[in-house]
């Protein structure tokens, strides 16, 4: 059965850290480009940053990079996003998706809350 499990959202003040995770399992992760997209309050969904399936290639909301950081482990079918310098404007729902380049196969995780507040 296919997953995608994310974890380590929660509750940070401004300038706070936090890194979330995401396990895989029921496909072959290594040949799936990985994905961090959120959703805030009354907004769309959003492209936070990508890694492709090799881990060879990331790419970022543009305002992000440099505060956020994608990387995977194929070894362990994970894949994390290490977020600094949160600010208020982080606050949304943090989703994780795989996505195969090859079979158009999309998947969705069910998303980890993150709260940027004093």
């Known amino acids: 059965q296919l997953q995608l499990v994310e974890s380590g959202g929660g509750l940070v003040q401004p300038g706070g850290s936090l890194r979330l995770s995401c396990a895989a399992s029921?496909?072959?992760?290594?040949?799936?480009?990985m994905s961090w997209y959120r959703q805030a309050p009354g907004k769309e969904r959003e492209l936070v940053a990508t890694?492709?399936?090799?881990?060879?290639?990331?790419h970022y909301k543009g305002s992000l990079k440099g505060r956020f950081t994608i990387s995977r482990d194929n070894a362990k079918n994970t894949v994390h996003l290490q977020m600094n310098s949160l600010k208020p404007d982080d606050t949304a729902l943090y989703y994780c998706?795989?996505?195969?380049?090859?079979?158009?196969?999309?998947?969705w995780g069910q998303g980890t809350q993150v709260t940027v507040s004093s």
């Open positions: 890694i492709n399936s090799a881990a060879g290639s990331t």
């Open positions: 029921g496909f072959t992760f290594s040949m799936y480009a």
């Open positions: 998706n795989a996505y195969s380049p090859v079979t158009e196969y999309d998947y």
